[in-house]
C-alpha cells in the first residue's frame, strides 16, 4: 500500500518523501507546483499535478492508488502574507483540508499526518509552550491551521478518520547531501534570507525589530531540522499504523535563539561579514515561540539528530552552495 503525500514538491515534502523513500516506503506525490518543484521529487514517489480542492482530480488519484494514509503538506505557510491576504489561507488552507477528508471518508483512507505549527498558539503565555497550552494565533495562517486541527478532530469524532497534528516550531536546513533543500519565491525566512546575503545576492538582512521584550531586543524562535521533522512525520504515521489514537506533537528543539543569535551563527559558519540593519517589526510576529518537545521524544520515539543550530546552517549553505539559485525549474515563481 501507498502513502499519499500531499505537497509532496515542496521544502518539506520533499524532505519527507525522500525519507520515506529511503526506509522502504511505496509513495504517491500530489502538488500543485504553485510553491512546489517537480525536481525536488524523489524519482522513486509517482507524481501527480493537481490541487487536493479538485474533487475530480483528487477521487481519481484515490481509485489509482491503494493509499494506507495520507500525509499532509499542502498550505500557504507565510505569515506576513497571510496578514495582508486572510482569504488565501483559508481558502487554500482551511477549505483544502475540507475537501481532502471528504475524499479520504469517501474512500475509507483512515490516518493523516498533519503538518500544523507553532503559529496556532499566537503569543505565548509560558515559555516553552506545551502541546495543552491555548491555541489563540495572531495571524490568519495561524488561525487557517488552527482550524484544520479543529475539523480533523470532528472528522474523527464522526467518521473515524485519526490524525496526528505536528505542531512545527522554525524548521532550516537542507539534506546532508545537498540534493534536496529550500527554495522559496520570494522567500521570507530568516536563515536562507541570511544566506542570500552571505552569497552576496542580497545587499543586507534587516532584523524585524529589536524591541521585543527578549534579551537583545529581537525575536526569539526554535529551530528544527528539516531531516528531523520529516523523520517525526514517518513516527506519527507508524503510530496511527499501530491503531493508536488521534493526537497532537510539538516539533522543536526546545532551545531558543534570537534573530541576532542566527545571524552570528551564520556568520561563523560561512566566515562572510553578512551585513545587517535594524528594521521595523513585521506585522504578526510572536515575541518568543520554544517548545516543549518531550512530548513527541516520549510518545512517538523522535531523536532529532541536530541538537545545534550552527549544524543546521552548515547544511543550508552546503544547499545554497551547490545550488544559488535553487531548483533548475523554477517552480513556485510568483
Ligand atoms: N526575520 C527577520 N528578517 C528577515 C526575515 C525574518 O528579521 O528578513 C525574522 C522574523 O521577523 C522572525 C524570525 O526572523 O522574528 C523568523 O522569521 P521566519 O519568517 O523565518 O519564520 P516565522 O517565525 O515567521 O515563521 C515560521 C514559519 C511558520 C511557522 C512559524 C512558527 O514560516 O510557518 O515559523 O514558529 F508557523
Known sequence: MAILVL???????????????????????????????????????????????DADFMNNVFDQEDIEGVIHFVAFSIVPESMKDPLKYFDNNTAGMVKLLEVMHKHDVKKIVFSSTAATYGEPKQIPIKETDPQIPTNPYGESKL????????????????????RYFNVAGAKPDGSIGEDHHPETHLVPIILQVAAGEREQLQIFGDDYPTEDGTNIRDYVHVVDLADAHILALEYLKEGKDSNAFNLGSSTGFSNKQMLDAAREVTGKPIPAVMAPRRAGDPSTLVAASDKARTILGWAPQYDDVKEIIKTAWNWKQTHPQGYNDRGGKD
Open 7 to 53: 505537497g509532496g514538491a515542496g521544502y518539506i515534502g520533499s524532505h519527507t518523501v525522500d525519507r520515506l523513500i529511503e526506509k522502504g516506503y511505496d509513495v504517491a506525490v500530489v502538488d500543485n507546483l504553485v510553491t512546489g518543484h517537480r525536481d525536488a521529487v524523489n524519482d522513486k514517489a509517482r507524481f501527480y499535478q493537481g490541487d487536493v480542492r
Open 147 to 166: 482550524a484544520m486541527e479543529k475539523i480533523m478532530h470532528w472528522s474523527d469524532i464522526a467518521y473515524g478518520i485519526k490524525f496526528v497534528a505536528l
